[in-house]
């Protein structure tokens, strides 16, 4: 009786003889491939370069070109080669269905000798399509190349190999120089194997075919049911894949095999070699259409989910990274449009915005000019006006501070160090300045956060006192950064407020481009020459200046420009200026002034010693040698040579002086000779030298007379350049009244002379005229330098003086000189400038000098040199004045007795002199 087993054995035998017409199991050689399972009806390439492989294929060649491929157990990584390898390449599978690669398509070529030519027997053979893709039971050429997937062999047991296989024909075959094999294989049908042998190089085994069971074709309404949703699942499956070709599509829509359907897919789905085995060995019909349709659903599952995946993960992709994507598309198609730096531009640019960390309006405002600079052709010029605008805001310093030499003790002296190296005496600027560090720190000390407001200080006095150089002494005493505009002849409103930027051409004011220029918030600003600012039709830039030095104001300081506002609060504003009638009073309201007096003789001998001699010895290559200036050479400078209140004639003049010298001695050999160095040069300037230095003398104060003179006075002015002597002149002549002024004067001037010959008419009876009727005589007053303009109130006393000597023909005494207003009722009042008019006295070698009575407290305040150089007679009164310039003979008899019994202490009532007819009674003059 036959086992169990022996009994199936028979069965199979029988169902593969009526399959192969042949009786009993047939032998194989054996080809083991690794992750690749072969389906019948199907075609692939393939390489063989190991030894086993290869004499399995010269076996199956001299034989019935029949060979059996098995897949490998186990992965790749987990059987150890044994130096033998196949390269596998697929065409129509996935990878994972035909090894680790196929033979890439743009390298496959076609072969045509007549050794790889296809036998005529194999039925349904067709050239592959353009896309590389094979339709079931077609040929394909073979490569011409190894290529890169390979497979690797393990052994010809029976247990390396799974048992079921596919039993495959060679039908193109090409030995390569090499010994290895090029082959095209075509599945013929399944199999199983029965036992297995060695032979010397390759494995042999018998295999009994796998006949399929049940209903094999669709006649049955439920397996064409089931065929139809497998078709169905498989298109979509090749949608989601999108490694499906068209050709394998049509092939599985349009066959009527179950059997064929089911080898086609399971030769391209992408899923493990156990899979398709388990898909391989299913006799029955039905099953395996079921378990193809659950394989693909899993897939199309899996797929779904992983589509589903895919965009949650994309949905909740973060902005930036969305920006970044679409930033980097955007540079790409700017670069096709020739575009491609602007994108970068437009990031450095607002990287650049952004580092200079502006408040939140400005940075809101320049990225919406930004985001419309985006949407412009970049040579659009709407594009050039904004990108020019952001390039201001993003140059701008907003917030950003120098650091500050401290206000302690040490850092206070250190301040008060710096400016005294600078310059000499200006006692109440340095003050000022020193007040300003002791203030600020101990405004930090309470609150390290707290600041306070710059102040707006005005240095106001004659050219080249100092101010201008005094701001950069302030600016390092500070240890701030120092930015200078010069105002003189501004008279455009735009200057100071800038444009609107949609003109062409437009820029920020020059407040704001020194504020670029500076980079920092807090630095010295120093507005030079703000008297000498002008008006016209384009506005006034003195009044755009109110909102610039107002404290309360500039702290949202707005420019047409920029149409933001701009915090200028922590700048120290300095301004300069050398009068302050011509500066409008809102705006002259606004600072602290400061008054930078010119210099006495004394001031400036130690200004040129300590500072102007060296400066100019090093500028013109002499610091090394020995040359020295004594200290009668200097004054003799400042005396003749020099005609001014500051130094900078002066500082001309030593540099004459320097260059001269220097000239002699280059020509004397010093520094070309070795054995001349400079530094052995030696030179003492002296009086006797400055004539051959110099020249001549260029001032000799001709507008003062050594002796007195009839109608000759001498008055005191003060202008713009410092102080100044002004001699007056009268002359008289019969007529009918009238005054001639001539010398260029002003109307105030004019008025002055017109209030001081009616006084003198109202007091003529106190005096000796020599004239008998004011109303029929002529006077013509003259000041001399008639092309320099003069104007001024403190010129009163002055003309009055000058009438006085005139009508009595007696000269007033010589060396006195004068200034004050008078008023119509003889009245002495105060002026200004005191020091500069007092150093012009000294100057034209005035011996005394007559100041209003209120000018007292000034004279106490000026340097020791000054009052021992001159003699001061304060006055009240037009009389006093008149008293002590002439003698008594000009007084009438009675106030002669009048004044002598006055002093006597016995005052007597004079009787007084009948009037003339006509004349009304004059009154005393008060005091």
């Not at 006495?600 to 013109?620: M, S």
């Amino acid at each position: 009786m036959k086992s169990k087993g022996a009994a199936k054995h028979d069965g199979v035998s029988r169902l593969f003889q009526a399959f192969t017409g042949k009786t009993g199991a047939e032998e194989f050689p054996l080809l083991p491939l690794r992750d690749l399972v072969l389906f019948p009806q199907t075609v692939i390439p393939i390489f063989i370069t190991y030894k086993a492989g290869i004499a399995a294929v010269e076996a199956a060649l001299g034989k019935d070109f029949r060979l059996f491929t098995a897949c490998l157990k186990g992965p790749a990584e987990s059987v150890a080669p044994q130096g033998n390898e196949a390269a596998v390449s697929g065409s129509g599978s996935s990878p994972a269905s035909s090894g680790t690669a196929g033979i890439p398509e743009n390298r496959r070529q076609r072969n045509n000798t007549q050794e790889n030519s296809i036998p005529a027997s194999l039925p349904n053979s067709v050239s592959p399509g353009k896309t590389g893709r094979l339709f079931p039971q077609s040929l394909w050429p073979l490569p011409s190349q190894k290529q890169n997937a390979r497979v690797l062999y393990a052994g010809t047991g029976s247990g390396d190999t799974w048992r079921t296989g596919t039993v495959v024909r060679i039908v193109q075959h090409l030995k390569l120089p090499d010994n290895t094999y090029r082959l095209v294989l075509q599945g013929e049908y399944r199999a199983n194997i029965v036992s297995t042998q060695e032979q010397k190089d390759y494995g042999v085994v018998k295999i009994v075919p796998i006949t399929a069971v049940g209903v094999t074709d669709l006649s049955s309404p439920e397996i064409a049911a089931l065929a139809r949703t497998v078709q169905k699942s498989f298109a979509q499956y090749a949608e989601l894949s999108k490694k499906i070709g068209a050709e394998t599509l049509t092939a599985a829509d349009r066959t009527e095999s179950p059997e064929r359907l089911v080898n086609l897919i399971g030769n391209t789905l992408s899923v493990k070699a156990e899979r398709k085995i388990e898909l391989l060995s299913i006799e029955d019909a039905k099953t395996r259409l079921e378990k193809t349709l659950e394989m693909l659903e899993l897939e199309n599952e899996i797929f779904g989910i992983q589509k589903n995946i895919s965009g949650k993960v994309k949905s909740r992709m973060e902005k930036t990274q969305r920006e970044y994507i679409l930033h980097e598309q955007l540079r790409e198609i700017n670069k096709e449009l020739g575009k491609e730096g602007a994108e970068d531009e437009f990031a450095d640019l607002e990287k650049a915005i952004v580092e200079r960390r502006p408040p939140e309006e400005i940075l809101a405002k320049a990225k919406k000019e930004l985001n419309r600079l985006r949407k412009l052709q970049p040579f659009s010029p709407e594009a050039g006006v904004i990108r020019g605008y952001l390039e201001w805001i993003s140059d701008l310093p907003w917030g950003e501070y120098s650091s500050e030499a401290g206000a302690e003790q040490g850092d206070l002296t250190a301040a008060e160090r710096i400016l005294n190296e600078d310059h000499f005496d200006m006692h109440k600027a340095k003050e000022r300045i020193l007040e300003f560090i002791a203030v600020r720190e101990l405004t930090q000390r309470e609150n390290k956060e707290a600041g306070i407001k710059g102040p707006i200080l005005c240095f106001v006095g004659p050219p080249g006192t100092g101010k201008t150089s005094l701001g950069k002494s302030v600016a390092r005493a500070l240890g701030r950064r120092f930015v200078r505009i010069s105002l003189g002849g501004v008279r455009d409103e735009a200057e100071i407020r800038g444009h609107r930027k949609t003109y062409v051409g437009a820029l920020p004011g020059k407040i704001i481009q020194s504020m670029r220029k500076a980079e920092v918030s807090n630095p010295v600003f120093l507005l030079d020459e703000i008297d000498k600012l002008s008006s016209d039709f384009r506005g006034d830039p003195a009044s755009a200046l109110l909102e610039v030095l107002d404290p309360e104001q500039n702290v949202n300081f707005s420019d047409h420009y920029l149409e933001v506002p701009y915090d200028l609060s922590k700048v120290l504003f300095i301004a300069t200026a050398n009068s302050l009638h011509t500066i409008p009073y809102p705006l002259l309201d606004r600072m602290e002034i400061i008054e930078i007096p010119g210099y006495g003789e004394n001031e400036k001998l130690t200004i040129a010693q300590q500072f102007l001699v060296p400066k100019e010895l090093k500028e013109n290559g002499l610091s090394s040698a020995r040359i020295s200036f004594k200290d009668e050479a200097i004054l003799e400078i400042e005396r003749y040579w020099t005609m001014e209140s500051g130094v900078r004639s002066l500082e001309r003049e030593i540099a004459r002086c320097a260059r001269r010298i220097a000239r002699g001695a280059v020509e004397n050999g010093y520094g070309a000779d070795p054995e001349k160095p400079v530094s052995s040069f030696k030179k003492e300037v002296q009086r006797e030298d400055l004539e051959k230095l110099l020249g001549r003398r260029k001032y000799k104060n001709d507008v003062v007379y050594k002796e007195a003179r009839v109608g000759v006075s001498y008055g005191l002015a003060w202008t713009e350049t410092g102080g100044t002597m002004l001699p007056v002149e009268t002359i008289r002549f019969e007529g009918h009244g009238d005054l001639i002024m001539t010398g260029n004067l002003g109307d105030v001037m004019k008025e002055s002379a017109r209030i001081a010959l009616s006084f003198l008419r109202s007091v003529q009876d106190h005096y000796t005229f020599t004239v008998d009727d004011i109303g029929k005589t002529d006077f013509h007053i003259h000041v001399p330098e008639g092309a320099i303009p003069k104007d001024g109130p403190s010129a009163g006393i002055t003309l009055a003086s000058s009438l006085l000597s005139t009508l009595c023909g007696t000269a007033p005494k010589p060396a006195i000189a004068m200034t004050g207003e008078l008023t119509l009722t003889g009245r002495v009042l105060p002026i200004g400038g005191l020091k500069e008019k007092l150093l012009a006295a000294i100057r034209n070698g005035m011996e005394k000098v007559l100041l209003p009575g209120d000018n007292r407290e000034d004279w106490e305040e000026l340097d020791k040199d000054i009052k021992d150089r001159l003699s001061i007679d304060f006055v009240e009164s037009a009389e006093e004045v008149f008293a002590i310039l002439f003698n008594e003979s000009i007084l009438q008899k009675t106030e002669t007795k009048r004044k002598t019994a006055k002093k006597n202490g016995k005052p007597k009532a004079v009787a007084a002199k009948p009037l003339s007819k006509g004349k009304k009674p004059a009154k005393l003059p008060p005091g």
